[in-house]
């Protein structure tokens, strides 16, 4: 089974209490500890060497992609980051002098959004390296967004272009903390996500926590510099419309509005945030499924994202 068929199967026992608002299935858990103002954000990713990064990756890019990626989630929820742990699994003969630029690139970021690196956990495996990273947030309860708020008609939006991230970009992404925080202050977004395993598979998600389909327009959909270099330069390369469809580690904020506040959204963007491309890719539907409309008509969009695990 792949990674989504596994955690279906996990996900219906586990216990929760009722200080959960929101649990598995979204980009982050929502607790009620009581916060009169907030609700906190609970997170945790891991990057995994020969997955997520190379050997040849220096370990401050390493560092800094390990925060990065909890900080995209915390994102796509318009919360605010507080505090993180981090955890090491280290390899029997490490370096470090690696380690100690791991936390340089680890801190800086870290430094850069107000994050405290509160302590975390170091311990030994017989390999690859690996990092976790828990990070707890916050986020006011009058501005709570989930997965499963698209309504038949919503505008879908996506930030900055996709595909090709392998090429450099999943490394030195910048988590879109800001902007969705500015988006959360002065527009009513229905749902949200970050970009991690394909436009494809990740609006698959929203699509199934809100019980809608959707429609995208190929011609809409930013396809990166990157995916159009690799597809001239490589015949084996995907075409650039499928790489930006399904390649993953985008870090990108993709939402819904209602379409009444779709051109305001463009323009109000535009202004605040002059070099980060907004682009409206398509609707939301009644019918479910996700279709794609290009020049032949509407079909069904068969290209999913990435996943961990593959069926044999």
């Known amino acids: 089974m792949n990674e989504f068929e596994l955690i279906a199967r996990i996900v219906p026992g586990l216990p929760v209490n009722d200080q959960v608002v929101r649990g598995a299935g979204d980009d982050c858990a929502l607790l009620d500890?009581?916060?009169k103002e907030n609700l906190v954000l609970f997170k945790t990713d891991a990057v995994v060497e020969g997955v997520h990064f190379t050997a040849e990756t220096t370990a401050r890019k390493v560092g800094r992609k390990a925060l990065a990626r909890v900080l995209s989630d915390v994102a796509a929820a318009a919360g605010t980051p507080v505090s993180c742990l981090v955890t090491l699994g280290l390899t029997?003969?490490?370096?470090?002098?690696?380690?100690?630029?791991f936390?340089?690139?680890l801190n800086e970021l870290a430094r850069e959004y107000y994050v405290s690196v509160s302590g975390g956990e170091t311990t030994r495996t017989t390999g690859p390296f690996f990092v976790s990273v828990a990070l707890i947030g916050t986020v006011p309860r009058r501005r709570m967004i989930t997965r499963a708020g698209a309504k038949e008609g919503d505008a879908i939006f996506v930030s900055g272009e996709l595909g090709g991230s392998i090429e450099g970009r999943h490394l030195d992404f910048e988590p879109r903390i800001k902007e969705a925080q500015?988006?959360?202050?002065?527009?009513?977004?229905?749902?949200?996500?970050?970009?991690?395993?394909?436009?494809?598979?990740?609006?698959?998600?929203i699509l199934h926590a809100s019980k809608v389909g959707a429609e995208l327009l190929s011609a809409a959909i930013p396809i990166s510099r990157a995916s159009k270099?690799?597809?001239?330069?490589?015949?084996?390369?995907?075409?650039?419309?499928?790489?930006?469809?399904?390649?993953?580690e985008d870090y990108e904020l993709l939402f819904t509005v209602s379409s009444k506040d779709a051109v305001r959204v463009l323009d109000g963007w535009k202004k605040q945030f002059p070099k980060t491309k907004l682009s409206c890719i398509g609707k939301i539907t009644g019918q479910p499924g996700l279709r794609l409309r290009d020049g032949a008509g509407v079909r069904s969009l068969p290209a999913h994202g990435y996943t961990h695990f593959e069926k044999s």
């Open 33 to 35: 500890l009581g916060l």
């Open 92 to 101: 029997k003969k490490f370096d470090p002098d690696y380690v100690l630029e």
């Open 103 to 105: 936390y340089e690139g």
């Open 182 to 205: 500015w988006l959360a202050e002065n527009f009513s977004v229905r749902c949200m996500m970050d970009l991690s395993d394909g436009l494809a598979g990740d609006l698959r998600h």
């Open 229 to 248: 270099l690799k597809a001239k330069t490589e015949s084996s390369a995907k075409p650039p419309l499928l790489a930006a469809l399904s390649d993953g």
